[in-house]
């Protein structure tokens, strides 16, 4: 890993050799779990998935 001196201080610079290391820096760590798609949030502030079954209240348009 190389340092530089910035500010009297010795900082560690991000041009890490190592490829999967670059590669996380760069896109973040992968999502291990897989989760069904988000399609708003309801009445009740909880997360509507698209598996997710909702009833409409026709008088004020909330989710329920």
């Known amino acids: ?19 999967g290391t670059t590669h996380t820096l760069k896109t973040g760590y992968p999502n291990l779990i897989v989760q069904p798609e ?7 502030a909880k997360e509507i998935l698209v598996v997710d079954s ?3 209240d026709k008088n004020n ?4």
């Open 1 to 19: 890993m190389k340092y530089e001196h910035i500010g009297g201080e010795l900082i560690a610079k991000k041009d890490i050799d190592h490829s």
């Open 38 to 44: 988000h399609t708003g949030i309801d009445y009740y």
């Open 54 to 56: 909702i009833v409409i």
């Open 61 to 64: 348009g909330e989710v329920f």
